[in-house]
């Protein structure tokens, strides 16, 4: 992934620019030199993510804060755990607690969420893949998360894959024209991947020369049989495919003793619920 500081400080600079607004009222009622000790506890088992944008967040209005970390990001944390200590003026600390804790919160969800998923999977020797279901302006964020709960990112955007869904193929006249036109335009260091819906339609994409296929809602047995399909006809070229669809926790270790190379999961980044932390004065 690319360098996060740039990614990091738009973020931060957009969530402060929409809580804090003018200024913060109530932070006034503190005296502007007052220097305050505050605490981060974790009140629930979690995967730790976040800790540049929860500094950032202190460091943009009070420069001189002081943030001590007892643990880092990917690392497991459990409930009750301390982790962090923030020093630094009494103001600063509450009006940027709010902005500190969403980005520590939701990215720390991501990163247990897909933890998760990767813990129920181990030994089958496929991977959990994200998607670009995240939430509009914080999608660098999120894949980040997935990384440091031990998944893959999939492409980044539009820019970096080419990744062929049906109504691609629809508009392109087949799975062959698409895939033809697609290698034809697709530069070195970007891969090609496509969707199919069945067997035949794997069959197809083989044929013409995919080399990453995404099988999008097959069921378990059709997952066994493309994965034997694909061995038998891809004459020893090597073609990974992915499944993807109404995938979740109870199912997705049967989905990965199928054979498949990679798992895709929407519910990595669209579907969560913050970690529970409290920040307080000590």
């Not at 955007?157 to 697609?182: C, F, Q, R, S, T």
């Not at 260091?189 to 994409?205: T, W």
């Amino acid at each position: 992934m690319k360098d996060l500081r740039d990614e990091i400080q738009r973020n931060v600079q957009q969530a402060l620019t929409e809580d804090v607004g003018e200024g913060d009222l109530t932070a006034a009622l503190i005296p502007s030199g007052t220097t305050m000790n505050a605490s981060v506890i974790s009140r629930e088992d979690a995967v730790l993510c976040g800790m540049q944008w929860f500094a950032t967040c202190f460091m943009t209005l009070a420069p001189d804060t002081v943030i001590d970390w007892f643990a880092k990001d990917g690392d497991k944390l459990q409930a009750g755990q301390k982790l962090c200590e923030v020093t630094g003026n009494a103001r600063a600390l509450l009006t940027a607690e709010r902005s500190a804790l969403n980005f520590l919160q939701l990215l720390s969800a991501v990163a247990t969420q897909t933890r998760h998923y990767v813990d129920a999977i181990v030994g089958t020797g496929a991977a959990i893949v994200d998607t670009r279901k995240t939430l509009p302006g914080l999608r660098m964020a999120q894949k980040y998360a997935v990384t440091c709960g031990g998944g893959i990112n999939h492409r980044l955007g539009l820019y970096d894959g080419i990744l062929i869904k049906e109504n691609h193929i629809m508009a392109a006249g087949g799975i062959k024209p698409a895939l033809v036109k697609a290698q034809e335009i697709a530069p070195p260091h970007v891969f090609i991947q496509i969707e199919v819906e069945s067997l035949q339609e794997l069959q197809e994409a083989i044929a013409a020369g995919a080399s990453m296929v995404l099988l999008d809602n097959f069921s378990l047995r059709q997952l066994s049989d493309a994965v034997t399909l694909t061995r038998q006809q891809a004459g020893g070229e090597r073609i990974i495919l992915e499944a993807s669809g109404n995938i979740n926790l109870q199912t997705v270790r049967q989905v990965a003793e199928t054979g498949v190379d990679r798992i895709s999961i929407g519910g990595l980044t669209k579907n969560i619920q913050a970690i529970d932390l409290s920040m307080r004065f000590i």
